[in-house]
């Protein structure tokens, strides 16, 4: 199933995406996406709609240098543990949606990542039992103000702009997220490449540290890493994450103005 965020003539409101491409449905879930949905009968044509982040977390945990080549590029080590931070939810845009470049940063970077949605609130979870706490996978795009990141010393600054973590097109369950391609394209070439078989620490593992810390709740956002190839983005750029089985995020890029 693909779950998102719609809103129509009618309003704002989660659906189910059925079909494809042109022939694309959004049928109207009732109050929200978690257990068995139920629906109300309303749908409308995608094409007909504007897609919305797919999810309004709580909090967006984010996992840092998880793949190796990433690591790498950003000099030190792959460490040991997985390393987090977080986003504020007051980031999160959705498919289309601009990235608007601060004016205090002259260095802002995209990160394309896989991220998975949580279903339930747990707490200590396991990893052996960590897929069962999944409500679905979408794409994300880890935005970062490289120099506040530097000046900074730390990373919430460079992360937590708003429009800095967008998200969609669409949370798909089901799907099995151990070893599916990633990639970004920058203005149609493609500048990342990698596959999350590669991460450092998988999925189970994430789960389970992360949930150690903090007590994880329904629509809480785990970003679960960007491989090689970061680069700069400026106004007037377009930037596309696409994960296997799940789609293509797709933001501009603009000046604040």
Known sequence: MRLG??????????????????????????????????????????ADVRLLAPILASKVICIGKNYADHAAEMGGPAPEDPVIFMKPSTSIVGPGAPIVLPPTSDEVHYEGELALVIGRPCKDVPAAKALDVVLGYTCANDVSARDHQRHDGQWTRAKSHDTFCPLGPWITTGLDASDVAISTELNGKTVQQSRTSLLLHDIPKIIEWVSAVMTLLPGDVILTGTPAGVGQIRSGDSVSVTVEGVGTLTNPVVDKR
Do not use: C, L, M, N
Request: charged share 20%; hydrophobic share 40%; proline share 10%.
């Open 5 to 46: 965020r719609i809103a129509s003539p009618d309003g704002v409101a989660f659906v189910s995406i059925e079909g494809e491409g042109a022939d694309q449905i959004a049928k109207e879930i009732a109050e929200h996406p978690f257990g068995t949905p139920t629906f109300t009968g309303r749908s409308w044509p995608v």
